[in-house]
C-alpha cells in the first residue's frame, strides 16, 4: 500500500495540477492542516530537479501566506475557531502557562517551528493569540519557511537521482522515520511545552 501511495504521488508531481496542489497544502498547512508540504514537494522536485526555485517559492509564498492566515485566526477568532483548533493538537491547556514567556521568546519558537516537522500552524496561531510582534513573527516565519523548503529543494535538486533511489529502496523506513518526527512534535506540543 505504501508503495501505492509513493507511485501516485510520484504520478502527481509530474501532473499540471501539482503545483496547484503544492500551494494549496503549503497554505492549509500553515494554518490547520496536520499534513506537511514535504510530501508532494519531495516528489515534485525529484520529478523536475530544474524546477526547484519555483517550487520552494510556491511552497514558501503559501506558507507565510498561511501563517498570516494562523495568526489572524488566534488573533480574532480564537473563541471560535483558534481554541478548537489548538485542542485537536492538544496544546489548549498549555496556552496560559507560555503565554507570557511566548511574547520575549516566541519568534524563536515560531523560527525553530518553521525549519523542523514541528507543527507550525499551532505556533502560527498562538502568535495570533499572544499577539507576538507582527514584525517579528512575519520576519521569522519568512527566514525559517525559506530556508527549509529551498534548502529541501536544493538537496533534493543537487543529489537527487540517488535520493530518490534511497527514498524508494527505504520507503517503509523512512516512512516511519517521517511519522515519527511528525508524531513527536505533536507529543512535544502536549507534554514537553
Not at 509513493?6 to 492542516?33: D, I, P, Q
Request: hydrophobic fraction near 55%; aromatic fraction near 18%.
Amino acid at each position: 500500500m505504501l508503495r501505492k501511495l509513493y507511485n501516485w504521488t510520484m504520478s502527481l508531481a509530474a501532473t499540471r495540477h501539482a503545483e496547484k496542489a503544492l500551494f494549496g497544502v503549503s497554505f492549509a498547512e500553515s494554518s490547520f492542516f496536520p499534513i506537511p508540504p514535504d510530501v508532494l514537494l519531495i516528489p515534485m522536485t525529484l520529478a523536475k530537479p530544474r524546477n526547484w526555485v519555483r517550487l520552494a517559492l510556491i511552497c514558501t509564498i503559501a506558507s507565510i501566506i498561511g501563517a498570516f492566515v494562523g495568526y489572524a485566526i488566534g488573533m480574532f477568532l480564537y473563541e471560535s475557531i483558534g481554541a478548537w483548533i489548538l485542542e485537536a493538537y492538544g496544546a489548549s491547556d498549555k496556552f496560559e502557562k507560555i503565554s507570557a514567556w511566548y511574547n520575549t521568546w516566541g519568534g524563536w519558537g515560531v523560527l525553530f517551528a518553521a525549519i523542523t516537522p514541528f507543527p507550525y500552524k499551532v505556533l502560527t496561531i498562538f502568535s495570533g493569540v499572544t499577539g507576538l510582534n507582527l514584525v517579528v513573527f512575519a520576519a521569522v516565519s519568512i527566514i525559517g519557511r525559506a530556508f527549509r523548503f529551498f534548502l529541501v529543494t536544493w538537496l533534493l535538486a543537487r543529489f537527487g537521482e540517488p535520493i530518490r533511489l534511497f527514498i524508494e529502496k527505504y520507503l517503509g523506513l523512512l516512512f516511519t522515520l517521517f511519522m515519527v518526527l511528525l508524531l513527536g512534535g505533536f507529543y512535544a506540543i502536549k507534554y514537553v511545552f
